[in-house]
C-alpha cells in the first residue's frame, strides 16, 4: 500500500496503537523474543485487533532501515490532518504555545524537538517546507509517541507564516548566540511562538528579521550553542515556568 509509513520501536507503534488502532495496517514482530517487554506489547496489539506478522531480523531492518527497531515495526496508513494551523490556534484554549524550526533537517534533531514539545504542552511544531525535514520512521522513533500527538506543520513560506502569527497577537521570539538580551529576561507569558534555527548555521537572515525580539541562552562554558533539541527544550520549559504550569 503506497500511502503507508513505516513505524518502528516499541515506543512509537505503542502510542499509535493507543491513539489510532484501525491505522495499524500489519505489525512485524521479532519471533524469537519472548522477554515481558514484548509479550504486554504483543497482548496490546492483539486487543487492538491488529494483523501481527512474525519476522527475522533481515526482514525488520529492511522494513525501518535500521538495526535499532526493537523487534518492533508497523505498516501505518497516514492520520487525517483534522485541522489547519488556523483551525488549530482558532481552539487553543489560553495563550498559545508554538515551536517554530528553521531549517532543521535532521531527523534525529527534529524527533527530540517533538518529544520535548510535548512534554512541555506545545500547541504545534511549524517548520518550513523546503530546507527541513519532513514526519518518517526515524522521527518517530526519536519522538517516542510524541509524532502522533504534536501537530507538526509545513508551510510554504516560513516568514509569511510568522506574519500571520504576529497578526494573530502572537509573539515571535528568535534564538541566536550573539544576542545581548537572554531568554530569561524575556516575557514568555504571552501568546508565544519560539523560534530556533539549526544547529550551527542558526535562524536564516530574513527569519530574524521577522521576529518581534532576539534572545540567547547564556553560555558560561567553552562550548558556543547547545543542539537545536537541547535548546528546545530549555526555551519552551522556561514559557511553562513562567506561566506557572506544572
Given at each position: 500500500?503506497?500511502?503507508?509509513?513505516?513505524?518502528?520501536?516499541f515506543?512509537a507503534v505503542?502510542i499509535r496503537?493507543?491513539?489510532?488502532?484501525?491505522?495499524?495496517?500489519?505489525?512485524?514482530?521479532d519471533?524469537t523474543r519472548?522477554?515481558?517487554?514484548?509479550k504486554?506489547?504483543?497482548?496490546?496489539?492483539?486487543?487492538?485487533?491488529?494483523?501481527l506478522l512474525e519476522s527475522?531480523?533481515l526482514?525488520l531492518?529492511a522494513?525501518?532501515?535500521t538495526?535499532?527497531?526493537?523487534?518492533?515495526?508497523?505498516k501505518?496508513?497516514?492520520?487525517?490532518v483534522s485541522k489547519s494551523?488556523?483551525?488549530?490556534?482558532?481552539a487553543?484554549?489560553?495563550?498559545p504555545?508554538?515551536?517554530?524550526?528553521d531549517?532543521?533537517t535532521d531527523?534525529h534533531n527534529?524527533g527530540?524537538c517533538l518529544?520535548v514539545a510535548?512534554?512541555a504542552?506545545?500547541?504545534?511544531v511549524?517548520?518550513p517546507?523546503?530546507?527541513?525535514?519532513g514526519?518518517?520512521?526515524?522521527?518517530?522513533?526519536v519522538?517516542?509517541g510524541?509524532?502522533?500527538?504534536?501537530?507538526?506543520f509545513m508551510?510554504?513560506?516560513?516568514?509569511?507564516?510568522?506574519?500571520?502569527?504576529?497578526?494573530?497577537?502572537i509573539?515571535?521570539?528568535g534564538l541566536?548566540?550573539d544576542?545581548?538580551?537572554?531568554l530569561?529576561?524575556a516575557?514568555?507569558r504571552q501568546p508565544?511562538?519560539?523560534?530556533?534555527g539549526a544547529e550551527g548555521?542558526?535562524?536564516?537572515q530574513l527569519t530574524?528579521?521577522t521576529?518581534?525580539?532576539?534572545?540567547?541562552?547564556?553560555?558560561?562554558?567553552a562550548v558556543?550553542?547547545?543542539?537545536?533539541s537541547v535548546?528546545?527544550?530549555?526555551?519552551?520549559?522556561?514559557?511553562?515556568r513562567?506561566?506557572g504550569?506544572a
Open positions: 500500500m503506497s500511502s503507508t509509513r513505516i513505524l518502528f520501536g515506543h505503542s496503537l493507543k491513539t489510532a488502532p484501525g491505522s495499524v495496517v500489519e505489525l512485524y514482530v519471533g519472548r522477554d515481558m517487554r514484548m504486554q506489547f504483543l497482548e496490546r496489539a492483539r486487543e487492538a485487533g491488529v494483523r527475522d531480523e526482514r531492518q522494513l525501518s532501515g538495526h535499532r527497531h526493537q523487534g518492533v515495526v508497523a501505518v496508513a497516514p492520520l487525517p494551523l488556523d483551525d488549530l490556534l482558532d487553543v484554549d489560553g495563550p504555545l508554538l515551536l517554530v524550526l531549517g532543521v531527523p527534529l527530540a518529544r510535548d512534554g504542552g506545545a500547541h504545534a511549524i517548520a517546507k523546503d530546507h527541513a525535514v514526519l518518517n520512521a526515524t522521527v518517530s522513533k519522538a517516542s510524541a509524532a502522533e500527538t504534536v501537530p507538526y508551510v510554504t513560506n516560513l516568514a509569511r507564516t510568522l506574519g500571520e502569527l504576529k497578526e494573530r497577537n509573539w515571535t521570539v541566536g548566540d544576542e545581548p538580551r537572554t530569561y529576561a516575557d514568555l508565544l511562538a519560539l523560534v530556533l548555521s542558526g535562524l536564516r530574524r528579521k521576529c518581534d525580539e532576539a534572545v540567547s541562552l547564556p553560555m558560561a562554558g558556543e550553542s547547545l543542539n537545536v535548546a528546545s527544550g530549555i526555551c519552551l520549559y522556561e514559557a511553562v513562567q506561566r504550569c
